[in-house]
């Protein structure tokens, strides 16, 4: 085997063996069901496909990008952990299969059709990356390159999208008689807008179009963009780039990868393909190519992965931590960072004013603003992915833990003078921000876990009670529940200082009481 035919390499062993599921049992109802015995559905299905994904992630990290940065770390036990340094930081040595994120976070964007942005220094691989995803897309080497948008001051409209023709222009009478020579990209199924942060105001509003609502539209035509998965680059996301990125665009990226620096240990590994001159992006093996139909069902597959409500309820504590501002509000429901936003207020004069809680404790001072509900929809997609990535049938609180950091990493913001930064063993978290946000969300777990929300949740259950329905409800049993509600509402608040996971609890009870008030007054109107 001659040394570059390593580059196409497939391993035919499983990526991640499992035990054989145990066979049925002869049943003779089975032969009512029809000429063939199906299982659920999707699940004779989705198994090849997510092996082909771990296969696909398995040849970009040990054959393509040199990523040997396993920031995604699982355990299934006791794992070796080292003190390093002076600053004693912890090398863990995971016990059960871990992960790169620079490259199992853009391929779980390839599988969801979202959009990922690559943040780091030149020549680190972001845009081999994003190239690679075209590739595993069916587009030949050439195709993906000359799709590419590369962004540049004089970036126009007209340079994104396309031009209306020359001949046209002169003769029309109207604009339906004018043809627009569309660019080639937007009919890709893997668009890559290389740089972003480069690229004009103006022309970034047209490229948020594309992006948001999936259309292109010159001179009131419009184009119809298939659904893609975006890639985005930029080599410094915090305002270093030409133009400050609108933060419409910024919102609409769900999940932002920082390249790594490389690792001279493997230096060997680009010295082969120097001297074979090979590059790996034009070696992908076909069996890791993915047709636009099996993206569409691994798509279909990921979104019906569960999430258990133990996990869900974990993400709801996680998010009700950020929004409240208590001083930024006179009435209940607005007193949130986006009412100080909105109004322009002074942040630091309305910090003043709020001494009653405990800042180093409130994880909500730790942050500008709240959780849009883009960014929780995101995140909840990439906590699927990765369950099914990892092929299992639901999402484990694990598999949140460690896609939160990278979805949240442009959209919550920290606040540099809170009290949690000026602590000396929290200094690092200043600029490792993907170590802050996990950081932050394994506090609310320890929260959560001393409030023993997993046992005692009486607002979860009044809610369970309600999903119920209403139908049958008495007026008698209506009014005990409201009763119940304003007990709550009254034992809550009876001297407590207010925290965000208090505030959105009240918000929860004011709803239902209102609910049961106006079902209250539609039963005595029968």
Known sequence: MSPFNLFQRISQA???????????????????QGPIALGAEGETQARPFDEKLRQAYFWIVNHAIISPHYDIEYNDGPSQTYSVGDSRRTLNLPSAQSYSSFILLPLLTFATRRKCLFVGGPGRGKTASALLMGVLAGSTVKEVKRAMQHGHPQMTVADLLGNPLPADLVNAQSMDDIRIAWRAWLGMRVKIVDEYNRIPTRTQSALLTVMGDNYAEVLNHIYECPEAAWYLTANDDQGGGTYQVIEALRDRVDVTVQALAFNPRFLNELLLRVEENVRPEELVPPDIIFTESEVDQIGEAIRQVGIPDAVRRRLEFFASQFELFETAGGQFEYMTK?????????????????????????????????????????????????????????????????????????????????????????????????????????????????????????????????????????????????????????????????????????????????????????????
């Open 338 to 526: 986006d009412t100080a936003r909105l109004a322009g207020a002074d942040r630091g004069q309305a910090q003043a004013a709020d001494n009653g809680r405990d800042r180093l404790k409130d994880l909500g001072c730790q942050t500008l603003n709240g959780i849009s509900v883009r960014t929780l929809m995101a995140l909840m997609i990439y906590a699927k992915a990765m369950a099914y990535f990892r092929g299992n049938g639901e999402v484990e609180l694990e598999d949140l833990r460690q896609v939160l950091p990278f979805v949240l990493h442009n959209k919550l913001q920290p606040d540099p003078d809170a009290p949690f930064f000026a602590l000396p063993e929290n200094a690092a978290y200043r600029s490792d921000r993907l170590g802050w946000l996990r950081r932050l969300f394994d506090l609310s777990n320890d929260e959560f876990n001393r409030l023993d929300l997993d046992r005692d949740d009486p607002v979860g259950v009044l809610s369970a009670e309600f999903d119920l329905g209403l139908d049958g409800v008495s007026e008698r049993e209506t009014l005990a529940r409201l009763n119940r509600i304003e007990k709550l509402i009254g034992e809550r608040t009876k001297g407590r200082k207010l925290y965000g996971p208090l505030y959105d609890d009240l918000l929860k009870l004011k709803y239902l009481h209102q609910r049961y008030t106006n079902y209250r007054s539609w039963l005595r109107s029968q």
């Open 14 to 32: 499983p990526t991640k063996p499992k035990s054989a599921p145990v066979a049925r049992q002869f049943d003779v109802a089975d032969l009512y």
